[in-house]
């Protein structure tokens, strides 16, 4: 799930390959401020498709012009983007 109040989104719950889908989806909705931040305290669970997540919500703002920060991710998260090398392309805070 995403809520967002301008440009400071939240998500909760799982981004696994049953979630990144319609995530994705929600995202290109919410996403409309200039500058997003998205705060990634609420995730529970994640596996590689939420790093394939976060890098398609990169690509997509920077193709609209907008910049997308990502706060708080979770450690099991992190792990992954330091295991997979992604951690500079996603610019997590």
């Known amino acids: 799930m995403i809520a ?3 440009g400071r989104c939240t998500v909760q719950g799982p981004i696994t390959l049953d ?3 319609s995530l994705l ?3 290109k909705e919410l996403f409309t401020s200039p500058q997003i931040s998205v705060d990634l305290h609420g995730v529970t669970e994640v ?3 939420a790093l394939s997540l976060l890098l398609e919500w990169r ?3 920077a193709a609209s012009g907008r910049s997308i920060r990502f706060l708080n991710l979770p450690a099991n998260l992190k792990s992954l983007a330091e295991l997979y090398d992604v951690t500079e392309l996603i610019g997590a805070e």
């Open 4 to 6: 967002c109040d301008g």
């Open 19 to 21: 979630s990144a889908v």
């Open 25 to 27: 989806e929600k995202g």
């Open 47 to 49: 596996d590689s498709s």
């Open 59 to 61: 690509r997509e703002a």
